[in-house]
Nanobody, 126 residues
Framework: QVRLVESGGGLVQAGGSLRLSCAAS????????MGWFRQAPGKEREFVCA????????MYGDSVRGRFTISRDNAKNTVYLQMNGLKPEDTAVYYC???????????????????WGQGTQVTVSS
């Protein structure tokens, strides 16, 4: 049974930082692309960032590039999201996803992901 468990969310003031973690089990973690998405109230889930199976390639959404950093530790089956310079508009539930690499992968499309975590709430106050 595959499980992705996010943690590290919370309440932070604008300009602050948080580090999210996503611990994976039940899959060969090092074979999967890992992504972070977020969903704000009343909005669709949107792509935040993703990282290749090896950690050698990353991709970021325009709204977070330069502020957020994705990384992974394949020995710990965990992917991280370091969020700096947080803004109120970053407030959302953050989800991690695991995608079995495909030749047509774009990394930013929800439907490409095979597994999802339950999400962790991030709230940024102004």
């Amino acid at each position: 049974q595959v499980r992705l468990v996010e943690s590290g969310g919370g309440l932070v003031q604008a300009g602050g930082s948080l580090r999210l973690s996503c611990a994976a089990s039940g899959l060969t973690f090092s074979s999967y692309t890992m992504g972070w998405f977020r969903q704000a109230p009343g909005k669709e889930r949107e792509f935040v960032c993703a990282i290749s199976w090896s950690g050698g390639l990353t991709m970021y959404g325009d709204s977070v590039r330069g502020r957020f950093t994705i990384s992974r530790d394949n020995a710990k089956n965990t992917v991280y999201l370091q969020m700096n310079g947080l803004k109120p508009e970053d407030t959302a539930v953050y989800y991690c996803g695991a995608e079995r690499p495909k030749s047509s992968s774009t990394w930013s499309v929800i439907a490409e992901y095979d597994y999802w975590g339950q999400g962790t709430q991030v709230t940024v106050s102004s």
